[in-house]
């Protein structure tokens, strides 16, 4: 089910949209006018348009009916949206499409019905510039990074062909000779990609992920650019190259705002103890790159919370100000600190965790997803998904879901998971 919110009053609206099965994350277009949800029970990419605000249906050019929904063969691990929402791509790391290789990117186009596949073993996440013509899949359990690109065009016997494209592998070196990179990736999950896509910063999870060190890999993406500006297409298109890499103490997630040369990079710091029963317990940390200095740098690691964010690019949100950082896996003792912490990058400080005297609250349960208010509408709020349960806070901080708003107000119908910002005129 998805709710829909008015971000002026946070009233619920009694219209809702059905997209069936368990609903479990949401990916958008940049321009806020289209949105592709996952329910995870049935394996289904429903696209929302939010001119109509139901499941969009399309009709193919050969007169069939083409629902706006595509069915994957396994878990999606990961998805992304082009601009104006012509396709959607995922990664399934249980499907085969290739033999001998088990783990796939699908393309699915909503305007056709066509789809593309590309076996990638064990593909499990995606991440896809601003302009769709290049994305980063990363593997399970492996130091993999492999660039694949669409094309509009017939290129080659090797890779597959459908009306709607062409996608081409290639995987990057697992080592370099640039600075600081022996190693080049150490279990990478994400990327992010510069406003003009020229450079992608890719992460690497390290030790909380069995992998050897935490790390950002700076990639200058021009000559895959370049090879794709070529009448017709260099294929298989010109590897990145591999610039720098820069240690850090945990990467799950990262953000660079807009308007900022500031990358944040949030993850799992671990720290184990040695002997006959060796435990190991893991720090939420933030670092942050000032991505115009040369060569890049990271500050020093600054502690959050008792955990680090999962792998879902929404819990990382600037707010002009501040940075707000959710967390899962730190359900914590009654007054301990909570999933929520807000970062000034002004004091390079965090200035506050949330927390609860008494019993145990959704205010100290996982924080799946979170939306500012701001350029949409003016209102200095904070939509923020924590223990399942819609909460809305102020740029101080304050919740205000209980102390300014009626609580039955956001009572939404089953366990939030997601919230995002859209334009339906």
């Known amino acids: 089910m998805l709710n829909i919110v008015d971000a002026d009053t946070d009233q619920i609206s009694l219209h809702t949209v059905v997209v069936g099965g368990t609903p479990t994350f949401m990916v958008q277009t940049a321009d806020q006018t289209a949105e592709v949800v996952y329910d995870s029970t049935n394996n289904v990419l429903s696209l929302i348009d939010n001119s109509t605000e139901t499941v969009e ?80 899949v990363f593997s399970q359990n492996s130091d993999t990074v492999t660039l694949l690109t669409s094309y509009t065009a017939a290129s080659s ?171 899962t896996g730190c359900q914590v003792s009654a007054g301990a600190a909570g999933c929520l912490s807000l970062y000034s990058p002004a004091s390079s400080q965090i200035l506050a965790t949330n927390s609860l005297p008494g019993v145990l609250t959704d205010l100290t349960d996982d924080v799946t997803g979170m939306v500012w208010l701001q350029p949409f509408n003016k209102r200095n709020i904070m939509y923020v998904i924590e223990g399942g349960a819609l909460q809305v806070y102020d740029n101080y901080f304050n919740n205000l879901t209980t102390t300014v708003l009626n609580q039955t107000d956001l009572d939404i119908v089953g366990q939030a998971v997601d919230a995002m910002a859209v334009k339906n005129n």
């Open 57 to 136: 249906t399309t009709t193919s050019s050969g007169g069939s009916a083409v629902g706006g929904k595509a069915a994957l063969a396994g878990t999606v691990q990961s998805a992304a949206l082009v601009p104006g929402a012509t396709m959607v791509y995922a990664a399934v790391p249980t499907a085969s499409v290739a033999s001998n290789i088990t783990g796939t990117v699908y393309g699915v186009s909503f305007p056709t019905g066509g789809i593309l596949s590309v076996g990638i073993q064990g593909a499990r996440y995606l991440s896809m510039d601003h302009n769709a013509m290049n994305m980063l």
């Open 157 to 327: 016997a090797e890779t597959l062909i459908s009306s709607t494209g062409t996608l081409t592998p290639q995987p990057l070196p697992s080592s370099s000779s640039a600075p600081n990179c022996s190693t080049t990736f150490s279990r990478p999950v994400a990327a992010v990609f510069s406003s003009d896509d020229k450079t992608a910063y890719v992460l690497s999870s390290g030790p909380a992920n069995s992998g050897t060190q935490a790390m950002v890999t700076v990639l200058d993406m021009a000559p895959s650019l370049n090879s794709e500006q070529l009448s017709p297409p260099q294929v298989p298109p010109a590897l990145p190259n591999i610039v720098q890499c820069i240690n850090v103490s945990g990467a799950n997630v990262g953000l660079l705002p807009p308007t900022s040369t500031q990358l944040y990079v949030a993850g799992a710091a671990i720290t184990c103890t040695t002997g006959a029963t060796p435990t190991c317990q893991q720090q939420g940390v933030l670092t942050v790159i000032n991505t115009s200095a040369s060569p890049l740098t990271a500050s020093s690691p600054v502690q959050f919370g008792p955990s680090a964010p999962n792998l879902l690019p929404g819990v990382l949100t600037f707010d002009g100000t501040n940075l707000w950082i959710g967390s």
